[in-house]
């Protein structure tokens, strides 16, 4: 149980373009989703916190326009990178809280997003 | 601030039993995750540890302790698998994780 799946795995767009991001809880309604990017080599990074009907908590220093998360469901949370430019290539992996109380966090298998 | 420090790089072989050291300063805690990530994967989940002493789980154990920020993750009879990156998070007095950089084990014949 607890599987969170990520559409696409792997993107490439056009500098200027838009993309979406998908992240779902297949077996279990999420109480929290996370939003995280990670460069190769490095740990990951906290982009956003989103809880469902809530506006998405960003962590300092991401922009909440460029990067547009919503969550729409105890399932669904998606993730826009609005506007990308090629320093926005990365894996974007998205995680989800089965409960509170665990804590533990299941993580989808990840976007691979590169602009050309 | 808020500091998780591991080894960058790890070298064991096939077989043997290696350590993977974790210590930790940050705002409260509320646990400690260790996590295993193969290149280009996501993370996947190893163990949790919220109480002082070890915790065993097949190959791999995990040890804490809370008074000396210190927590390691053991791994016995390593298999060529087990190279992977190995990620030590904590989860603080917010219930934030903290995640450290990671420590690439390598496992040679």
């Known amino acids: 149980g607890a599987v969170v799946s990520q559409h696409p795995s792997w993107v490439i767009c056009k500098s200027g373009t838009s993309v979406k991001i998908e992240c779902r809880s297949l077996d279990f309604q999420a109480t929290t989703m996370f939003w995280y990017r990670q460069f190769p080599k490095k740990s990951l990074m906290l982009m956003a916190t989103s809880n469902e009907g809530s506006k998405a908590t960003y962590e300092q220093g991401v922009e909440k326009d460029k990067f547009l998360i919503n969550h729409a469901s105890l399932t669904l949370s998606t993730l826009t990178v609005t506007s990308a430019h090629p320093e926005d290539s990365s894996f974007y992996i998205c995680?989800?809280?089965?409960?509170?109380?665990?804590?533990?966090?299941?993580f989808g298998p990840g976007t691979r997003l590169t602009v050309t | 601030g808020q500091n998780i420090d591991q080894p960058t790089e790890m070298t064991a072989t096939e077989g043997a039993i290696v350590q993977i050291n974790c210590t930790y300063q940050t705002s409260g805690f509320n646990g400690l995750f260790w996590y295993q990530q193969h290149a280009g994967e996501a993370p996947t989940f190893l163990s949790y540890n919220v109480l002082d002493g070890l915790e065993e789980k097949g190959r791999f154990s995990s040890f804490l302790s809370r008074s000396k920020g210190y927590s390691y993750l053991l791994l016995k009879e390593l298999q060529m698998k087990d190279s992977a990156s190995y990620l030590c998070?904590?989860?603080?007095?917010?219930?934030?994780?903290?995640w450290g950089a990671g420590t690439k084990l390598i496992i040679k014949p």
């Open positions: 998070a904590v989860l603080d007095s917010n219930y934030q994780l903290i």
């Open positions: 995680s989800a809280t089965l409960l509170a109380e665990t804590y533990e966090q299941y």
